[in-house]
């Protein structure tokens, strides 16, 4: 390897060294049938931070390809306490259909000025069922 | 009166009867999944310098412990976002993938994982930038962020 590779190595190792982040969390319920009489309907999760430190996460919603659905989340971006955790309720609206299949997920969210290679995910599978008399 | 005798006679004879029945107890358990990002990995580049990867010499894998009852899927997301420095400006094709040897051994892969084995298990990842052609990394900063999942 010539001078300028080394370098080329080099720069891009340490401005890939980020602070080691311990970035964790989790989410229940995983799996959810939910019944609805309107043209919407709920989940409730409970994402957590099962760990000491405290982290910036995210609930998305997305549908089975990883679109993004527009839902509403109340309270989409926050943060964990350690080892705390949060009730968010998400409308999920049917958009004409009898049933919507949407994946809720927690994400991990870097901190400012801090650059981060991985990001968990956390995806709940939930299944809406649009009752119709 | 003559019968008083025999009903005290019974009372004393009688034996205790014990009553007997069972308590039963159910629980359920959901499937749970927490990812705990260990640590970031770092990208090298080959002699060539049109393979930009944690597995590379100089680089090293991301690592993540996964703590799930079982019942979930992992898997890395297939587009990773990556941000090049300017002198890059030809394309580059992005492959994220992961391993992990141990109770639960998987061979490098891009596609999602059933985990059936409950437990924290420990997951290697790794990102993998090519070239084509004659094009070549250029000097700077690449960050690249790889998105996993436990669904």
């Excluded at chain 1, 080691?20 to 994402?47: E, G, K, L």
């Excluded at chain 1, 405290?54 to 971006?77: L, M, T």
Aim: net charge positive.
């Amino acid at each position: 390897m010539n001078m300028l590779n080394w370098t080329l190595a080099a720069i891009i190792s340490v401005a890939s060294i980020y602070p080691t982040s311990a970035n964790a969390q989790s989410m229940s319920p995983m799996r959810q049938v939910v019944n609805s009489f309107t043209d919407t309907f709920a989940v409730r999760v409970y994402p957590a931070n099962p760990y000491s430190k405290p982290i910036n996460v995210s609930v998305r919603v997305y549908d089975q390809n990883f679109r993004p659905v527009a839902a509403s989340v109340a309270g989409r971006n926050f943060t964990l306490p350690g080892n705390g955790s949060r009730q968010i309720l998400v409308l999920v609206p049917f958009d004409g259909q009898r049933e919507r299949k949407v994946r809720i997920c927690t994400e991990s969210v870097p901190f400012p000025n801090q650059q981060t290679q991985i990001k968990a995910q956390i995806c709940g599978k939930f299944l809406g069922r649009r009752i119709v008399y | 009166m003559s019968r008083l005798p025999i009903l005290l006679a019974l009372f004393v004879s009688s034996p205790a009867i014990a009553a007997q029945d069972t308590v039963t107890f159910n629980a359920t358990i959901n499937a749970t999944c927490t990812i705990l990002v260990e640590s970031n990995g770092t990208m090298s580049v080959d002699t060539n310098m049109q393979n930009l990867s944690s597995k590379n010499v100089g680089g090293t894998p991301g690592r993540v412990t996964i703590t799930t009852t079982g019942g979930v899927n992992f898997s890395v997301d297939g587009s990773p976002i990556v941000t090049p420095p300017g002198t890059d400006t030809t394309a580059t094709t992005w492959t994220p993938t992961y391993e992990s040897s141990g109770l639960l051994a998987l061979a490098e892969r891009t596609n999602a994982t059933a985990i059936t084995i409950p437990g924290s298990h420990t997951l290697d990842v790794h990102l993998t930038g090519v070239k084509s052609g004659s094009d070549t990394f250029g000097a700077g900063v690449y960050a690249g962020t790889v998105i996993v999942r436990c669904e």
